[in-house]
């Protein structure tokens, strides 16, 4: 097992194409590939890999992650040659851009390598008058087909999404064995594996809300040899079938293999799940490769950041509205003259008669409760309501951003009225990144006592200054 496999379904197997691959989003993932390689009549060659991804998320979309993987290769007549591995890996994710991001992963493969003597005889078992006594020496040397080696890999990955997080382009290098193992263990043959060499690469040429089209090429260099791999990729979006799909997706690829044959693969995606079949047909009758057949599915759970502020912060207390006007829970401010879409949230689950439409020119104020000096927030049902809604809003269009503010009434310093304003924003976003909006769409700052609604000149008008705004924003 020198060489790896050519994949077609390397999103099943993510150690064998790059490590990088381990940190290239957040989801908790569980993988399964069989191969299946026909070589010659009653030869073939089976593989099988399990592999488990474990991310740890970080603020702003960062994360590194673990992995495991465990394989099971057979080849030769009956399966005599059997290889066992066993992977352990880690990723980390860099952000590059609100679009971009950056990956590097580093592997290492335990293999255990050997024959399977129980279905193999030799002239050394055979014996006069009796024929062949499997428990007899074989009389070769054995240690050239059972060894241990271990070997390192690294790799290092780039991607850019557009603005609805569908993939743009993509391209990765990865480097196999770098250590150079040995392939034996008898002094006899001390032949060294050669560092593999992966190159990868996607290029986005079409997209609307319905299909997309997709570049894609491979090539693998181990010396002396070369192998390389070019298609296209069609993805259809099975949301705009039934709306129960949202995120499903079904992509169909067609590559050709240099001097080996076409590729034809189809794969189903979702949020949960990943199911996908590909089979190689070879274009001429060379011995040692008829076809190949792959089969892969994966279960996976996204897993989002928790603050440890927010895991040690007790929750949220809820308070019943105040008797007072509607306006002391929100109001909405129409103040920016430019004109801008529209952005509607559905409140009609809220069953709150007073809340507010969303508009992208809208600045909406929220008066959550603050004990004194307090950062932590006291929402009423309707406000949190209201910003479950938002959330909503804003997963549903990647377009839309927005800004949170807090502001202070005129009790104590102009610095502590500052820092304090801030601390009650960011606690409205944290509460925003819990309920699942994405942080690249949220900023918060703090202006302290500088912008009063009204002046303060008593216990009320300080309350209507204690406050957060939220100002919402479309992407040009």
Known sequence: ??????????????????????????????????????????????????????????????????????SDHNEGLEGIFKTNSVSVGYGLNIPLSRYSFMSTGVSMDYFHRGIQTGKLTTGSQYVDDFGFDPSLSLGEYESLFNTNYL?????????????????????????????????????????????????????????????????????RHASPQTLWSVGGTGVYNLERMRRDLRGHTLATSLKYIYRRGLMVGVTWDSPSFAVGASYE???????????????????KKPLRYKSKRGNKAKPPRYRPPLPKPSSTEYDTLINDTTKS????????????????????????????????????????????????????????????NLEIIGHTDDTGSNPFNHRLSVKRARSIYELLEKLGADPWQMAYKGKGETQPLVENTDDESRAQNRRVEIKFSMEE
């Open 1 to 70: 097992m020198g060489q790896l496999d050519n994949f077609s379904l390397y999103q099943f197997a993510p150690f064998r194409v790059n490590p990088a691959y381990i940190a290239s989003d957040n989801n908790v993932q569980v993988s399964l590939l069989h191969r299946n390689q026909q070589s010659m009549p009653d030869v073939e060659i089976n593989s099988s890999y399990l592999s488990v991804k474990y991310p740890f998320p970080r603020r702003k979309v960062r994360w590194s992650s673990i992995a495991l993987e465990v």
């Open 281 to 299: 047909l070879p274009l001429s009758s060379g011995v040692g490769y008829n076809s190949v057949f792959e089969l892969g599915i994966s279960l």
């Open 341 to 400: 879409e529209d952005v509607a949230i559905d409140s009609s689950s809220m069953n709150t008669p007073y809340m507010p439409e969303v508009d992208t020119s809208e600045l909406v104020i929220l008066h959550p409760e603050f004990e004194f000096g307090s950062t932590e927030p006291i929402l009423s049902p309707e406000v949190r309501d209201f910003l479950v809604q938002v959330v909503v809003e804003l997963n549903s269009n990647p377009m839309l």
């Open 151 to 219: 070997t390192v890999n690294w790799g290092i990955h780039w991607q850019s999404n557009d603005k609805r997080r569908g993939l743009k382009d993509q391209a990765g290098v990865a480097f196999y064995n770098i250590t150079r193992a040995s392939e034996t263990s008898s002094s006899l043959d001390n032949s060294k594996l050669p560092v593999l060499i992966v190159f990868e690469g996607t290029k986005r040429i079409y997209q609307n809300r319905q299909v997309g089209f997709f570049l894609d090429m491979m090539l």
